[in-house]
């Protein structure tokens, strides 16, 4: 009994980390949203966004709305979002995308995180030009009728490449097509279980078991910082 407690204690606490960690993401995207266009989800197109990506992984509605609350709070900085770039061991490209209230201390954060695990931080654009920004859309299954229909009509509203799965249809735009196809979405009431703005590497290089180990170290250490929102590399 007590090894088979201890396994589920242990996968459990690691489902509360990275469920919290979720929270504080998306807790600071609608912080975000908010500073930058209001609090009415309805005239802001972000802020929508962010909620139902709050929905998605069930974030309480009282930290939905708390998080509104601190950005409509004209005395509070708020966070602001901020990208870094560097090598991970073996020549991976990493992109860090941020958000913080305080850049001193998310430069040396992540600064410290390269360089402990063998990476080297680099200057802006020196890494992002291997990636493409691109949106990705995914949508419940069910609720698109024809998937054919759908892929073609969404061709004129920016979609770039369509996949799924069993469970979802995943739409990828581009950068500029994000905005058309959330638009062509809400109009037509189909509403993605989540909304997402990546960034996708041009290409991506392979590695040995044990290099790929030492790399996402790396990630791994980037990931838990309370600053860091996302970390996008090209290992494949």
Known sequence: MGRIFEKRKHVMFARFKKMSKAFNRIGKDIEIA???????????????????????????????????????????SGYFEIIY?????????????????????????????????????????????MFERKGIFKIPIEKIKDVDEFELEMIDHGLDEL??????LYVYTTFQGF?????????????????????????????TEEQAKEVTELIDAMEEDDDVQNVYHNMA
Do not use: W
């Not at 201390?105 to 410290?112: E, K, Y």
């Not at 037509?188 to 392979?206: D, V």
């Open 163 to 168: 996949s799924g799965d069993e469970k979802f």
């Open 179 to 207: 905005g058309s196809m959330q638009k062509a979405l809400e109009e037509r009431g189909i509403e993605p279980a989540s909304t997402e703005l990546q960034y996708i590497p041009n290409n991506t290089k392979e590695l």
């Open 85 to 129: 770039e560097g090598y991970a061991p073996h020549g991976i490209a990493v992109v860090v995308e941020c958000a913080t209230d305080n850049q001193t201390r998310t430069v040396s954060n992540v600064r410290h995180h390269f360089k402990e695990y063998g990476g080297a931080m680099g200057n802006s654009g020196s890494i992002a030009f």
């Open 34 to 76: 908010v500073k930058a266009g209001g609090v009415d989800p309805k005239a802001n197109s972000h802020l929508r966004i962010a909620i139902q990506n709050a929905k998605s992984v069930n974030m309480p509605k009282d930290r939905i709305e708390a998080a509104i609350k601190r950005a409509s709070n004209k005395d509070t």
